[in-house]
């Protein structure tokens, strides 16, 4: 008999919420960290969602909508899910990783994939956006709703040339406006659009 999608990757969610107690064997746990590692060194970012009563069945929705938006939606146990980000450097804040926990994996396009969750969220009181992890930049809920409203890449890096070459006394009203975190998200974005650029095209230079 198959193993089903919550057991294979170590669903660990308590009917009330959080992290069941239930053991599982140090084998396994090996196992879920080398599975979550190989998720996240597969990612251009981490969208992680609280689905505190969803229950698995209610998974499955927002499962598909993950995969139209280029991604993978996988419920962690946090212990482990932490123990993987440090193994492949990153320093993930412990607060994004307590009560149920579920992870998106962005293969392709952060900002795709957060206006799919972000939707979800809105349609399902059950769903609930913790943060995301996005190149060396962690991301509040507020930021992940930012990064829901971006333009495509290219789009963005006209806005940012644009706002680099404006009098700086128009650069400084834009900072200290409500659209500076908006900035700092496209900022993070496209450092790491960038660094994904960077290496695909180191091998074909070798």
Known sequence: MPRSKDF???STSSPEGGESKLAITRERKEELVKTYTELIRKSQGLILIEYRGLGMKGMDPLRRKVREASGELHVVKNTLALRALKETGFQ??????TETTAVAFAFSDPPMLAKALAAAAKDSEFVKIKGALLGAAALGPKEVEALAELPPLPVIRGQLLGMLSAPASRLVGV???GVRQVVNVVKAYADQAGAAETGAEAPAAA
């Open 92 to 97: 993930a804040p412990e607060g994004l990783f």
């Open 8 to 10: 294979l990757f170590g």
């Open 175 to 177: 900072m200290a406006s």
